[in-house]
Nanobody, 125 residues
């Protein structure tokens, strides 16, 4: 059974940094897509960053390019999201997701089979 568990969410001031972690178990990583999504109050869930475990290709939402970095440690079976230069607009619950047939639609939440429970990131001005 696949299980994804996020951690690392916190309350920080604008301009601060965080590292989110997503520990996975029971998941076959071979050339699959892992991603981070976020959902702010009253807004739809949106894709933030994705990475293919086979070739390591990544994609970022325009709103986080240059500030966030997604990485994957295969040995630790852990996905990370490094968040830098945070703004209040980054406040949301962040979720990690894993999919086996995502294709090019890496920011389409319906393509993902497995989800974590979420971790809260709050950025104050």
């Amino acid at each position: 059974q696949v299980q994804l568990v996020e951690s690392g969410g916190d309350s920080v001031q604008a301009g601060g940094s965080l590292r989110l972690s997503c520990a996975a178990s029971g998941y076959n990583y071979k050339n699959n897509c892992l991603a981070w999504f976020r959902q702010a109050p009253g807004k739809e869930r949106e894709g933030v960053a994705s990475i293919y475990t086979g070739g390591g290709s990544t994609k970022y939402a325009d709103s986080v390019k240059g500030r966030f970095t997604i990485t994957h440690d295969k040995a630790k079976s852990t996905l990370y999201l490094h968040l830098n230069n945070l703004t209040p607009e980054d406040t949301a619950i962040y979720y990690c997701a894993a999919g086996t047939r995502v294709g090019s639609s890496v920011f389409s939440s319906s393509k993902y089979n497995y989800w974590g429970q979420g971790t809260q990131v709050t950025v104050s001005s």
